[in-house]
């Protein structure tokens, strides 16, 4: 297999389909507009907060979250009032998806990297049996020494997840 083309079954298994550039996560765009060049009526924000209840907007939001933000921001991103925002927030801090940095002045919400790394390790035991994660990982393996950068990272990444997988079914 040419390496183009392993590459391009990395992506397309690996990569959320926004990396691969095919969409773009509304709650991206959501939470920087005036990046993607958009309005919020060009984003769908209406309908957005028709289809959504105050929660799925919430935790959309901050499960997206590159860098800890109040719950000020979220809950303008979210299109709910702050005092909304902090209470979905504080559920979702209990049940671990969310963590909570205490900084002066404001508390400050990021994903939970732990809790995102065992779903996913859930993910590959539901839909891969003990054979196929084997085999998937080896040819990880062998895929990674024709890649370099973030792409090599993000599937070094996906192999400890595997091997974690490997392990839970071993």
Known sequence: ME??????????????AWKRQEVLPLNLVLAQPDRYGMTDDDTGVDTWIEATTPLERVRAISQTLTEPRSAAWIADKSCVPEDTARSHLGQLVDTGLLVEQDCDPVSKYSPNHSH????????????????ELVRLRDDLRNQTKHIEGEERELLEYRIDLIADAIEETG
């Open 3 to 16: 390496i183009e083309s392993q590459y391009a079954t990395i992506k397309q298994h690996f990569l959320p």
């Open 116 to 131: 995102i790394r065992a779903q996913s390790v859930e993910d590959l035991l539901d839909e891969h049996d003990h054979a």
